[in-house]
């Protein structure tokens, strides 16, 4: 299963461009343009409000679908981790409809909300990766990853699989709605294939970047804004699963209250830089620390680059940069576990899927 690769991980890192060429084939209809069934499209319009639930990198991906669900298709969206919600249950509007995302299907914390939901009489889709997962036979509906078997401790391909999967999901809720967009997002996802292949094909830089910045430290932050920030979550959180680095991320803006007391000289700060809008703000954060001794190193995309700068990624449409983005930060985590001799695919204390409460 493995065949040349060292380890899952890598090998479903580097499976990433051919599981969005799998979901873009997937979702298509007849004519070329995204599709999805008509009684999740009923689920969708029936809803005045979409509550998405998840744990770990899966809610890391509920945030950045929030954005597209929000932005292109108008519909109010909330992302909650599944834990808390199943005991901190927020007020609900009207006509939730509920949207359970994991890889596994099998995540007990996403259960425990689906079993109290669907006592309460609210409609359920799960996206997952696994066909006949508990999610999935509870769920009314369900959508699939199509990511193909993942078996590494630390998801990759799942998170991209389902940010695309999300963005079909809003474009399509836009389109039924009658909203217009400029966005072509079948040609787009096209774009963040070919983006995601030179990210993968450039691993030998990134590699070079973990021995810069992590081959000693014991913590490393992740600071962006907006998609960014969002990103920069899910970065901290691969590294600390699998390098044991202790990591966390911030919205760029927040790092200043409270958290820049840590800052010490050396201390790893990565700095992501996709979204025009709040680059110079990032950029200032990232000055901040610098000033007291953090060793930043900035990754951004093409057309927002400055000199300096550690690594550039390819351009592509700013909603979608999550996906072109996080290959860097799997490559980062992938290259520090491995440089610390650590297990890549089992680290210590996880399983696969956390099926206890
Ligand atoms: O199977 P799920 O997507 O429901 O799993 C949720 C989390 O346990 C999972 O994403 C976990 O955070 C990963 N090991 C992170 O890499």
């Known amino acids: 299963e493995l065949g040349t690769y060292p380890h899952y991980m890598i090998k479903e890192i580097n499976e990433q461009p051919q599981v969005m060429r799998k979901i873009i084939k997937e979702y298509q209809d007849d004519n070329g343009d995204f599709k999805i069934d008509d009684a999740i499209i009923k689920q969708l319009n029936d809803a005045d409000r979409l509550y998405i639930i998840a744990a770990g990198t899966s809610y890391h991906a509920g945030l950045i679908g929030k954005e ?57 889709l799960t996206i997952t990766n696994v066909v ?70 450039d691993a030998s830089t990134i590699e070079e970047i973990v021995k ?22 899910e970065g901290a959180l691969k590294l600390k699963e699998i390098s044991y680095i202790q990591a966390e991320g911030f919205a760029g803006g927040e790092l200043k209250h409270g958290t820049i007391a840590l ?23 990232a000055q901040e620390v610098a000033a007291r001794g953090a060793n930043v190193c900035t990754i951004a995309m093409e057309g927002l680059e400055q000199e300096g700068d550690s690594y550039i990624i390819p351009r592509v449409d700013e909603m979608l940069t999550p996906l072109v983005s996080v290959v ?30």
């Open 68 to 124: 597209y669900i929000e932005k292109w298709a108008g519909v109010p969206t909330e992302v909650h981790v599944a834990s808390e919600f199943v005991y901190n249950t927020p007020l609900l509007s009207e006509k939730p409809l509920f949207i359970f995302i994991s890889q596994s299907g099998e995540t007990a914390d996403s259960r425990a909300v689906l079993v109290d939901i669907k006592e309460k009489g609210y409609p359920a």
């Open 132 to 201: 006949g997962s508990t999610l999935s036979r509870e769920a009314d509906q369900t959508l699939i990853l199509h990511a193909g078997p993942e078996i590494a401790v630390a998801s990759t391909k799942a998170y991209v699989a389902q940010i695309a999967v999300l963005s079909i999901v809003a474009a399509v809720t836009a389109r039924e709605l009658g909203k217009k967009s400029d966005l072509n997002l079948m040609s787009e996802l096209g774009k963040v294939t070919t983006a995601i292949t030179s990210v993968i094909d």
């Open 212 to 233: 810069n910045f992590l081959e000693t430290t014991r913590n490393a932050f992740f600071i962006g804004r907006t998609m960014d920030y969002y990103v920069g979550l």
């Open 263 to 285: 800052i010490e000289d050396g201390t790893p700060v990565f700095s992501l830089i996709t979204q025009e809008k709040v680059n110079l703000n990032t950029r200032g954060n």
């Open 328 to 357: 860097v930060y799997q490559l980062i985590s992938y290259y520090a576990a491995l440089h610390r001799g650590n297990d890549v695919d089992k680290p210590r204390n996880l399983a696969k899927s956390v099926t206890v409460e």
